[in-house]
């Protein structure tokens, strides 16, 4: 079973983990998923603003292939067959470089973005460019029907280009402002808590490594995030990574559990002070998905 939420949400209490164990509970899918084992858990901050947030696909000595590059089909939350598709166009670009010297070389890798561009992949992400920022700018209703109406009766031929140029860590509302979602508890039975859910996700780091979610400032997620926004990586991370807890004293600190992290990179994203790097940890350690 699979949930997406977009990171582009306002509410700051807003617990995207809840979220999907609330809408599991919904009558009509608890139907679906009474009976059912949960085997494996996992989270993954995904790429879905589609053709117009593509980044420059080359670099001296390498190119973007797949969901480095963006190439998820956000209006069928598809990316499969365009990651596989972008990857023999990359392997042809490099076989072509392969076969040259020095700045000729250099041209012919250049030109996997003139292959990308004259492939399927990209006539696909162009007819599906306005689904992504649509929803962003017009809402759940508005951006939902313009999207009906440019997938089911234009075929993605719309003569117009919607542009989201609002970074998803800018769009929270301070906490103060917002309504505090209620969650129902779980039931353990198709709902669970996220504690157990991690537990599932096989995660592993070695214990003794530093840390490997760089704060920029320390201080900040106290100082600033708490009293502005309530702290959102207590809820935004599906790992359980970040908590605000207090000492003998009754102050407030930030800990962060860092074995627990399933490298979503959620964090490195939604964080409204753009304060959390995501590097990668020593020794490979992280989630082992085995049936995903």
Not at 99 to 113: I, K, N, T, V
Request: glycine content about 10%; proline content about 7%.
């Amino acid at each position: 079973v699979g949930f997406i939420v977009s990171l582009g949400y306002r509410n700051p209490h807003l617990d995207p983990f809840a979220e999907m164990q609330r809408w599991k509970q919904h009558p009509v899918i608890r139907e679906l998923l009474t009976g059912g084992e949960r085997i494996s858990y996992g989270a993954r901050a995904v790429n879905k603003g589609g053709l117009t947030s593509l980044p420059k696909l080359t670099f001296p000595g390498g190119v973007l292939v797949g969901c480095e590059a963006g190439f998820l089909n956000p209006a069928k939350i598809k990316g499969s067959h365009t990651a596989l598709k972008s990857g023999m166009l990359a392997a042809e670009a490099i076989f072509a470089a392969l076969a040259q010297d020095g700045a000729a070389a250099d041209a012919e890798l250049a030109r996997y973005e003139e292959r990308v561009r004259g492939s399927w992949v990209w006539d696909e992400l162009h007819r599906g460019r306005n689904f992504s920022a649509g929803l962003a700018k017009l809402g759940l209703y508005l951006g939902g029907a313009l999207a009906l109406v440019e997938q089911n009766l234009l075929g993605g031929r719309a003569p117009w280009t919607l542009h989201n140029r609002v970074e998803d860590h800018a769009r929270l509302r301070e906490a103060a402002d917002a309504p505090r979602p209620k969650y129902p508890r779980p039931d353990g039975v198709v709902a669970f808590d996220r504690s157990s859910s991690v537990f599932l996700s096989s995660t592993a780091h070695e214990e003794d490594q530093p840390c490997h979610l760089v704060l920029a400032d320390p201080g900040l997620p106290i100082a600033v995030n708490l009293p502005r926004y309530d702290e959102p990586a207590q809820r935004y991370c599906p790992a359980g990574v970040y908590e605000v807890v207090t000492d003998s004293r009754g102050a407030a600190r930030f800990r962060i559990n860092a074995t627990n992290c399933v490298h979503c990179k959620t964090c490195d994203l939604k964080d409204p002070a753009r304060n959390i790097t995501w590097v990668p940890p020593e020794g490979g350690g992280g989630p082992r998905y085995s049936g995903m």
